[in-house]
């Protein structure tokens, strides 16, 4: 990873990690961390969806570090036929729950990726896209938006699958 995109990146979950992550909690609302193991990505584009390979498989980790916030790293073939590696900060304050093994949670996260010519020459660039994640149980969805982005990025919805680890 180059220097400057180091350092963003380190400044940035510096500045996004919530004081509240660092207290202590209570034994009523004790928070347990989580580790998910997640998948490359189903991805379906809205402009030229032609041209992109839709099938991205690859590897990463979810980490849950607090009950809204994660952190996420893995590496997966992009739509565009190169490797790709992600690290990002996510945070998912909405939640909704369908009984005892089902929930639902909106967010965002923010971070780098690289592997797409069109952006930084394939190098990292910053990224911010809505999230969405259905749990249940040990398993879970996510749902990733990726906006359109001039004429260097066309958009696209991208499905993920988890497993929980820890």
Known sequence: MKPLA???????????WPASACAQP???TAFEQQLWLTSGFRSHHTKNASRYRENNDGIG?????????QFNAGHYN???GHGSSYWQAGWSPFEMAFGAAWRL???GSV?????????S???YFPT??????????????NLVYIPTVGGKVDGAVALQLKVRLL
């Open 78 to 80: 992009n739509s565009v």
């Open 105 to 107: 949670r909106a967010g």
């Open 26 to 28: 209570d034994s009523a």
């Open 61 to 69: 980790l979810e980490w849950h570090v607090a009950p809204t916030w």
């Open 6 to 16: 180091t350092l963003w990146f380190a400044l940035l979950c510096a500045a996004l």
């Open 121 to 123: 020459y394939g190098g």
């Open 111 to 119: 971070g780098i990726v690289n592997g797409y010519p069109r952006q």
């Open 128 to 141: 911010l896209v809505p999230t969405l994640a259905l749990d249940w149980r040990r398993v879970a969805l």
